[in-house]
């Protein structure tokens, strides 16, 4: 997990160490290492590394780190702290960005800052990067919490395939990243089993004081069909319209789905791009859902 | 190999406490770390030259006395070296704070902990009370990302393989502008050389790893680019009647314009761009629902189930 650092990183480290311990003296080194992202002992090394460096060697910067707290003196020259780079403003620039359109609309106190520090970390940056967050971040916070404090969540939760808008009461689990989506396994006491839900499609969130219930160990074992698709056009959307479920690299895929309902509206809004070859069962219910769409044409 | 470090360090205090001109030979007897054959050590100097480049650090060139070509000198102004964040309110920290966790564990991570713990060293406290709770995520991790934003930031060009609409790789040449997300996609726009005109990329149809061509500062960026441009949605200018089944068809009922409740069926009008996504649109809704104008849509969606029943029959 611990990349290991080049001596420019670890240059550019101990250059912005001196500010840091100059405006927080004293500070444990435990605390220190935890602000750098970095080890204990990487931080020595810098420490150390630090020590050592000066305007001449009659004039070198004083540190004191023994005791386990960090002081710093004589360190006039580098005691400025370095100019962002450009990637950091980018990364700030969108961070703020993700927040500044998830806020509250009474917060126009919070939205002006935002708007003051794109001009202060750097208004041409600003310009060139954009962000919208793909889910509500204050959901996102919800579910955090009740995933630490072990809490249920009331929640109205629109699914596509079931072409529903239904109000829940589940106990979070665990959540997971997919494709640059998040997806929040949890116990829904409304379904009285685990369920994966799309945590962009969560439209409201409401944290409930009773406690997260004893989940059945026995899991509700989906099955699994798996079907084959022939792709005849549009191959890039239809590929992508199947999602992560797919394998197979060119116009024939494999894919294994929970849903016949998702698979089928999948292909029919395909328009005719999709066909499944198997299995026979699908086939069939897709035939006959496009024959009762088309007779409400005629 | 932290005698590497150690030397850059100790060069970027020599040269930023000057308010004169250091000479090389000036650099290589006073700064610790400098030894060895003289052209040793000024590739020594060429390389860390480059590496404080890298951090952002710019090295002034410039001679004693312009009239006379002698021996010229090096320095670092510490106005291009200081960030100038001296307005920074302590809600604004707390903001820079929320927002830098975005990245966790995402590409831009070790960046975003760089600039708050440079933010930090203000020394101000921050003020989280006063911002609501919010867990914001960037959820990206696609390395290509950090290298897109890095060739904006040096203004170079980048080329890749990019799955084209019929998922064939081909190779692309862009001048990158910008970057954001949308939608949960994230996204590059840039001046395609090729083509010859703005095009937007999205990150995870890329197909190769991005690799820059050509010097830095190759290009500009246009002074009315703007991001949020580039990722806004055309307006939805035309509009479609639809029925669809009482109490169906959410995914549509919440997109209409009007809404004209009847017994078994609801009209919708529907405002959409492109025609193929709103045939696809109704389509997804099965025998829930259909189109009743305009003409062309509904002649595509009877083109479309006929093949569709045809093909699975």
């Not at chain 1, 962009?200 to 409930?208: E, V």
């Not at chain 2, 010229?72 to 704070?97: F, K, N, W």
């Amino acid at each position: 997990m611990v990349k290991k650092t080049t001596p420019t990183e670890k240059a550019a480290r101990m250059l912005d160490l001196v500010p840091f311990i100059s405006s927080h003296q004293g500070i444990a080194t435990t605390e220190l290492a935890a602000e750098f992202g970095i080890s204990v002992e990487e931080l020595l090394s810098d420490l150390n590394s630090l020590w050592m460096c000066g305007d001449n060697r009659f004039d070198l910067i004083d540190l004191q780190f023994e005791s386990g707290y960090v002081t710093i003196r004589n360190a006039q020259t580098l005691n400025r702290i370095r100019s962002l780079s450009q990637q950091e403003i980018v990364a700030v620039l969108l961070g703020l960005d993700l927040i500044g359109k998830d806020l509250p609309e009474d917060r126009e106190d919070l939205k002006g800052d935002i708007e003051d520090l794109r001009t202060k970390l750097g208004s041409e940056i600003a310009r060139i990067v954009d962000a919208s967050p793909a889910q509500d971040s204050q959901i996102n916070s919800l579910i955090s919490q009740a995933l630490e404090g072990k809490r249920r969540l009331a929640i109205t939760y629109y699914s596509p395939t079931d072409d529903q808008v239904s109000i829940r009461e589940i106990t979070p689990l665990q959540l997971t990243t997919s494709e640059n989506r998040d997806f929040l396994i949890a116990f829904c006491e409304s379904a009285g089993g685990q369920r994966t839900f799309r945590v962009d499609r969560i439209q409201s969130a409401t944290l409930l004081e009773s406690p997260a219930s004893q989940i059945p160990t026995s899991s509700t074992d989906d099955i699994r069909t798996v079907a084959t698709v022939k792709i005849s056009e549009n191959i890039r959307r239809c590929r992508e319209s199947l999602g992560a479920f797919i394998s197979g690299a060119g116009p024939t895929v494999q894919v294994s789905t929970y849903s016949d309902g998702w698979l089928s509206r999948t292909v029919m809004s395909a328009a005719g791009a999709m066909e499944v070859t198997s299995s026979a069962k699908i086939r069939e219910g897709i035939a006959i859902l496009a024959g009762k769409t088309l007779d409400l044409y005629r | 190999m932290s005698r590497k470090s150690e030397r850059l360090v100790n060069l970027t205090i020599a040269l930023l406490a000057t308010k004169r001109w250091v000479t090389k030979s000036a650099i290589f007897t006073s700064v610790d770390g400098y030894e060895g054959e003289p052209e040793a050590m000024e590739r020594m100097f060429e390389r860390d030259k480059d590496d404080l480049r890298n951090l952002g650090i710019i090295i002034e060139v410039g001679s004693f006395d312009p009239l006379f070509e002698d021996e010229v000198g090096y320095r670092i102004r510490p106005e291009s070296y200081q960030a100038d964040l001296a307005s920074i309110t302590p809600r604004e920290l707390s903001l820079i704070s929320l927002a830098t966790q975005a990245w966790q564990g995402a590409v831009l991570n070790s960046s975003a902990l760089s600039a708050l713990v440079k933010l930090k060293s203000l020394g101000i406290d921050s003020d989280f009370d006063s911002i609501p709770a919010m867990t914001p995520v960037a959820h990206i991790s696609d390395e290509n990302f950090a290298a897109v934003i890095d060739a904006i930031a040096e203004r170079r060009v980048i080329s890749f393989n990019y799955l084209n609409i019929d998922f064939a790789s081909k190779s692309r040449v862009i001048e990158p502008y910008g970057a954001g997300t949308k939608g949960g996609f994230w996204y590059v726009a840039g001046q395609d050389l090729d083509k010859k005109a703005l095009r937007l990329f999205r990150l995870d149809r890329f197909d190769s790893e991005v690799k820059t061509q050509g010097k830095a500062a190759s290009y500009r960026i246009p002074e009315d680019f703007v991001m949020a441009q580039a990722l806004s949605t055309p307006e939805k200018t035309q509009s479609a009647q639809v029925k669809v089944r009482r109490d169906k068809a959410h995914a549509l009922r919440i997109r209409a314009t009007t809404i004209e409740e009847g017994d078994e069926w609801t009209t919708l009008s529907i405002p959409y761009l492109h025609e193929s996504e709103l045939v696809s649109d109704v389509l997804w809704h099965g025998d829930d629902a259909f189109i009743i104008s305009p003409d062309s849509a509904r002649a595509s969606a009877i083109k479309a189930l006929t093949k569709i029943a045809h093909a699975h029959g």
